[in-house]
């Protein structure tokens, strides 16, 4: 099978990296377009897939096609894509807002369609990936979309309706972790620590929290519990955190995202 992806920035290059290099176990070809074709080529050095000359090559050559452009370049892109797209072939589409209503209407009816919403960490193995399906995705289709990006995380499959939970939930949370990350590193810098050993600290103490909260039969609220012992040094930054509204900050934060999905939405 041969796997095209049109567009290679950071999501498209992040899911590009992670499944190049799989491919070949699984029997497949990979290629590649970008209209910056140095963005492609600096992927190309690390990492092996051909490298496409239009977006038109590319979606006659393939039998599975990636759209990971931004949303709004839809509207520029999907006439050319939908002049090349034939029936039998898989379309995947990777950008928040664009419902696969939107799509049928270039692809058609009979198109088969998969949306997803992946996260960046899918570069490094831990990438969690929501996926929605038309009804003339078979499973076998589904499959082989699927291993595109199991070969970089987990995945689940959800109604259309919930992907602007998911956007809220881990799409977009990277970036409200890393803000997490970088307000820890600070506290490490202001009381003494090297910066480097900081951030290293932090984010592993990120990542020990994630290994726990997935391995954990627990709730996430005992597991807080567990780490605060009564008159230590955690139940106090809990109880600051908490008296500051932490959680219902964090909780209004997603929820942004959350709405500016179901905003962007055509």
């Known amino acids: 099978m041969k796997i095209g992806f049109i567009g290679t920035g950071n999501m498209g290059g992040a899911i590009l990296k992670c499944y190049a290099d799989k491919a070949a176990s699984d029997g497949n070809e990979v290629s590649a377009y970008n209209r910056t074709r140095a963005k492609a080529e600096a992927i190309a050095k690390d990492h092996p897939f051909e490298i496409m000359d239009s977006a038109e090559e590319l979606v006659d050559s393939s ?31 990777i950008a928040a807002g664009i419902t696969i209503a939107y799509l049928e209407g270039y692809l058609g009816a009979d198109a088969k369609i998969v949306r997803v919403m992946p996260n960046t960490p899918i570069m490094f193995g831990l990438g969690t990936t929501a996926m929605v399906r038309n009804a003339n995705v078979t499973d076998e ?50 009381n003494g620590m090297d910066a480097e050993m900081s951030r290293k ?28 012992s009564p008159g230590g040094t955690t139940i106090e930054a809990v ?14 934060g997603a929820q942004a995202s959350v709405d500016r999905a179901e905003e962007m939405s055509k």
């Open 239 to 252: 109880k600051k955190l908490r008296s500051c509204g932490f959680e219902e900050t964090v909780v209004e």
């Open 201 to 228: 600290f932090a984010a592993q103490a990120v990542m020990g929290a994630a290994r726990m909260a997935m391995e954990s039969d627990e709730s996430l609220e005992q597991l807080v519990d567990n780490v605060c």
């Open 141 to 190: 289709d589904f499959a082989a979309a699927r291993a595109v990006f199991e070969a970089g995380g987990i995945t689940g499959e959800v109604t259309e309706d919930l992907i602007g939970a998911v956007i809220g939930v881990s799409g977009s949370s990277p970036a409200y972790t890393y803000m997490y990350m970088d307000a820890l590193t600070k506290v490490g810098i202001n």
């Open 63 to 93: 039998d599975v096609v990636l759209l990971c452009v931004e949303p709004q370049n839809f509207d520029d892109v999907m006439p050319t894509v939908a002049e090349h797209f034939s029936d039998g072939k898989i379309f995947i589409s």
